[in-house]
């Protein structure tokens, strides 16, 4: 007997208050890794941020904290204003 290596996503949402989210999640078939396994998370409403949470599909629509704008990068000279 061999011991198999499961991969499992825990949900990192947080409230204002503190309140975590302990919801965690793992494939009823043999993934060979995180990413195997998020791409099939994806599929069922669980969501990756930027900044490398994982949030289950109660809260994939609204993050804890409000996305930062893009930043616009350089204006050119051109367009620039004088």
């Known amino acids: 007997m061999t ?20 919801r965690e999640w793992s494939a009823p078939l043999p993934m060979p890794h995180h990413r195997a396994l998020r791409a099939w998370l994806r599929a069922r409403g669980w ?5 490398g949470r994982d949030l289950c599909p109660d809260h994939a629509h609204r993050s804890s904290t409000p996305t930062a704008a893009r930043p616009l990068g350089r204006v050119p000279e051109s367009k620039a204003s004088t």
């Open 47 to 51: 969501r990756r941020l930027r900044d």
């Open 3 to 22: 011991a198999g290596n499961i991969p499992t996503v825990r949900c990192d949402y947080a409230d204002q208050t503190g309140d975590e989210c302990d």
